[in-house]
């Protein structure tokens, strides 16, 4: 039985975060244009020149690079965002993502051999809208995270021809796809227009102004419920607090590693991955992990096994990334959302040094220290081939010094005994991950 692989579309951040995305299987990145992405304040693509070389390599690699140009532009946009994508095409990007109508519209027109992609900013949300925009030339949608399985399954039914791209993994917002004004109202950031600055993930404190005769506001002690008066039946929502403050609007992240066996089994595709600010070491973990859940899926299709696929290898790659805790979203169970933490530690480790380079005669590593290390801690070596046990001869610190540990923040060289358990292959795209890591916060 032959089945259709989906696509795995990995973020492009920056170049560095682009390659280290293809090497850990990627297919496909989605880059932010210049000024004209939802990404535009933190987009480590500052010009045609950073586009033109990411465009370059990616097609080298025999992969694709989609162009996310998906601003909602106002009347004072719309001439610059006009002549800034027309020299974009001359890039050859395999497709524009796309948001807005009006723009759809224009590029159907002035260069209809351009492949469109409905941005997910578009919120689409079911069949009827999938098929106008089809009949308007877009080539795949977007569909909005808003969305259940189910109703994914009955808009690939009702609309066959039409390619549709999920996200599984990543940040998920707490207004409709994106489509929030909160940032705008606290920072004058207009997340509509490329400058979230994430106002609904940052710690808030309850204060009480206890009068006009007080000096300022009292900081609240105890434990906090929000209760709707005018549906007092309704269960009070708790405002839990850390140290940091309360994170009520902060939803924990996208994880439809389960749900892959069936996505792929309905036939969609591409499967997104959120996260261009992310680290290059979270990149690789989560690209690594919907590599093996895809292929494990595909080939237990292929063989004729029942789902679900075995995605036991799948999973503990995630065990290594840090996050704000993970949930099938609006894709399975009762609740869609789920705000009850704010940052889960990874179970099973941490990265603790990034691989800059490897000199084979003295068999060492010239690494990025990203958390502390010492000369007892066994490692795992990590590379897109994937991961290995291996042991500590000798250190060295960024003075060229022998040392007991390695400190973060730092460069240093790491000196392995010989075990033969792993290649060296693609090597500069590899890290040392350690097993235990407490109050690490550098996986994200």
Not at 58 to 81: A, W
Not at 428 to 434: A, L, N, P, W
Request: one cysteine or more.
């Amino acid at each position: 039985m032959s089945v259709k692989k989906p696509e795995l579309l990995a973020p492009a951040g920056d170049l560095t975060r682009m390659k280290y995305a293809l090497a850990y299987g990627a297919d496909a990145v989605y880059a932010g244009q210049p000024a004209f992405s939802l990404r535009a304040r933190e987009n480590g693509f500052k010009n045609l020149d950073d586009l033109a070389e990411g465009v370059a390599y990616v097609h080298g690699q025999g992969k694709k690079f989609y162009l996310t140009s998906n601003v909602i532009p106002r009347n004072t946009k719309v001439e610059p965002f006009q002549k800034a994508l027309l020299a974009a095409l001359e890039l050859k990007p395999d497709a524009l993502i796309v948001a807005d109508p009006g723009f759809v519209g224009w590029l159907r027109k002035v260069s209809p051999q351009t492949e469109v992609h409905l941005s997910v900013q578009a919120n689409t949300t079911n069949y009827l809208t999938a098929s106008f925009w089809k009949d308007l030339g877009v080539r795949r949608i977007i569909l909005s995270r808003e969305l259940r399985l189910s109703e994914i399954l009955e808009i690939k039914e009702r609309v066959p021809d039409l390619e549709l791209e999920v996200f599984v993994h990543g940040a998920v917002c707490m207004a409709m796809s994106g489509r929030c004004m909160l940032s705008n109202w606290v920072t004058r950031r207009d997340a509509n227009q490329g400058a979230c600055d994430n106002s609904c993930r940052m710690p808030y404190r309850l204060y009480a102004n206890e009068g006009p005769q007080c000096e300022g506001y009292k900081e609240h002690e105890g434990e906090f419920f929000l209760q709707r008066t005018d549906r007092p039946e309704l269960q009070p929502v708790a405002l839990d607090e850390d140290t940091w403050g309360t994170y009520f609007m902060s939803s924990r992240d996208l994880c439809a590693l389960d749900v892959v066996p069936e996505l792929v089994r309905a036939g969609l595709d591409s499967f997104k991955i959120e996260g261009r600010t992310r680290s290059v070491y979270y990149l690789s973990q989560v690209v690594r992990a919907y590599r093996m859940a895809i292929d494990a899926s595909v080939d237990a299709l292929e063989s004729g096994d029942s789902l679900p696929a075995d995605l036991k290898d799948a999973r503990h790659a995630l065990d290594f990334v840090d996050g704000r805790g993970f949930m099938p979203g609006f894709l399975k169970g009762p609740l869609p959302q789920n705000y009850e933490s704010t940052h889960v530690e990874a179970p099973s480790g941490c990265v603790c040094a990034q691989i800059l380079d490897y000199d084979a005669q003295s068999r060492s590593f010239r690494v990025n220290v990203k958390n502390q290390f010492s000369m007892d801690d066994s490692l795992e070596f990590m590379t897109p081939e994937g991961m290995s046990l291996c042991k500590i001869s000798s250190l060295k610190n960024f003075r060229g010094e022998d040392a007991d540990r390695l400190n973060p923040g730092t460069e240093g060289r790491v000196f392995i005994q010989d075990s033969g358990d792993f290649s060296l292959k693609n090597v500069k795209f590899g890290f040392f991950v350690k097993r235990t890591c407490p109050n690490s916060g550098t996986n994200t």
